[in-house]
């Protein structure tokens, strides 16, 4: 069986509305990266991820998350590299990576990230142990796979409150 079908997490709940009208919904796993899951509650909370586009797509992973993306070209050469300002510390886990799990982007392995989150659309094993886990995509994988370069997030929002 694979992970996509065996993790669980049960935290709360983040949608993000894209302009198109569909949505997908992340499911937060605060018991595995409690730091980074309240970092990223927290942006969402202030609308930080409203209104911003999605910057890298590729065939097994979608990113978004720098504020840079609101106004500037997507040929801006430092889109993907901002975020909230705010690092949070490096949370190790021990979830596999596969289809449908959220991380946060960093500059490197086992460092902290800030606002840049991903969904893997393919198992990606090598990041094991290298990003903290932020979630799972619990619905609508299939808004993910169909999201293209420069499509706008219209909101992010903590459902259930």
Do not use: C
């Not at 449908?100 to 500059?107: D, I, N, T, W, Y």
């Not at 800030?114 to 609508?140: C, E, I, M, N």
């Amino acid at each position: 069986m694979r992970l996509a079908d065996t993790y669980h997490p049960h935290g709360p709940k983040i949608e993000f509305t894209m302009a198109s009208g569909k949505s997908f919904v992340i499911t937060t796993d605060p018991k595995d990266s409690p730091i980074t899951v309240a970092h990223i509650i927290g942006l969402v909370r202030r609308h930080f991820y409203d209104k911003q586009r999605v910057h890298r797509v590729e065939d097994w992973v979608t990113q978004w998350g720098d504020p840079l993306s609101k106004t500037a070209p997507m040929s801006d050469k430092n889109m993907g590299d901002g975020g909230s300002g705010h690092d949070v510390k490096f949370e190790m886990s021990e979830v596999d990576w596969d289809t449908s799990l959220v991380g946060v982007a960093a500059e490197g392995l086992q460092l902290g990230g800030d606002s840049q989150l991903f969904v893997l659309k393919k198992p990606a094993w090598r990041l094991y142990h290298s990003y903290a886990v932020v979630g799972k995509v619990t619905k609508g994988m299939e808004v993910v796979d169909g999201i293209k370069k420069g499509d706008r997030i219209r909101s992010a929002r903590m459902l259930g409150e």
